[in-house]
């Protein structure tokens, strides 16, 4: 890779351009992941671990030409952001039941991890990736992430590290895509759930439809008028010409 930047953090350190440079290089050559990534896209990459003093690779890889911090990149993080207040974490598998009863499938991999801080004690989250993520199938609306699928156990991890430590630390955490995306897909896969979308109609009904005879819908042309005269009726009220 050519010399593209100029910033080092000093001859020698570990942060350097030219020491960075020399990890991505190794990576590349080993085949671990950014061997696919562009000139200005590594050169982001350089920038964004000097900036948080990360290693490439091992905590911090590419995701859709982005920098993606890992499980371990995280892990470090906390331990020097909240030095004062981190104790350590555990992770651990849900298992099927506990799944069911907190309203998952049992099929997804959740993934509970808890925080432990001097203030507020023990702080659990909670991270999945769902079975039609792990397996690639295509929902309308979702961006499936392709780290959920070729490495999901990682992926759950992952997400449920970033939940706990939010939960934990508040804000200053760091924010990643992947938590926005898996609230959306959540909220997706749930639209797109037939089942679902047929038990939340009829109990709609139930709760919201009259005995009689329900009126026949409006025409285009009297719904066009109807609006135009309520449009009117609030114009004169507010004293418009």
């Known amino acids: 890779m050519n010399q593209a930047i100029e910033r080092s953090n000093g001859n020698g350190s570990e942060f350097s351009t030219a020491s960075l440079e020399r990890r991505i290089r190794l990576n590349q050559e080993s085949g671990w992941g950014l061997e696919k990534g562009t000139k200005p896209q590594l050169n982001m990459l350089i920038l964004y671990c000097q900036r948080h003093e990360l290693l490439p690779g091992d905590d911090v890889t590419l995701y859709e030409g982005r920098p993606w911090i890992t499980v371990d990149g995280r892990v470090k993080l906390l331990r020097r952001n909240h030095k004062d207040e981190y104790r350590g974490f555990t992770q651990r598998p849900l298992s099927a039941d506990e799944k069911v009863e907190w309203g998952w499938s049992p099929k997804d991999i959740v993934v509970e991890t808890t925080i432990r801080?001097?203030?507020?004690?023990?702080?659990?989250?909670?991270?999945?990736?769902?079975?039609?993520?792990?397996?690639?199938?295509?929902?309308?609306?979702?961006?499936?992430?392709?780290?959920?699928?070729?490495?999901?156990?990682?992926?759950?991890?992952?997400?449920?590290l970033a939940r706990a430590e939010r939960f934990a630390f508040g804000t200053e955490s760091l924010v990643d895509d992947e938590e926005v995306e898996d609230t959306a897909r959540t909220v997706i896969e749930e639209r797109s759930d037939p089942d679902l979308v047929a038990a939340q109609a009829a109990r709609y009904d139930e709760i919201f439809s009259e005995p009689e005879e329900k009126p026949k819908p409006l025409s285009a042309e009297e719904q066009r008028k109807r609006d135009m005269a309520e449009f009117d009726r609030q114009r004169r009220e507010e004293g418009l010409k």
């Open 117 to 160: 801080t001097v203030t507020y004690g023990d702080i659990k989250g909670y991270g999945r990736v769902s079975q039609a993520e792990k397996e690639g199938v295509s929902i309308q609306g979702v961006r499936h992430n392709p780290v959920a699928r070729f490495q999901p156990v990682e992926m759950a991890m992952k997400r449920s």
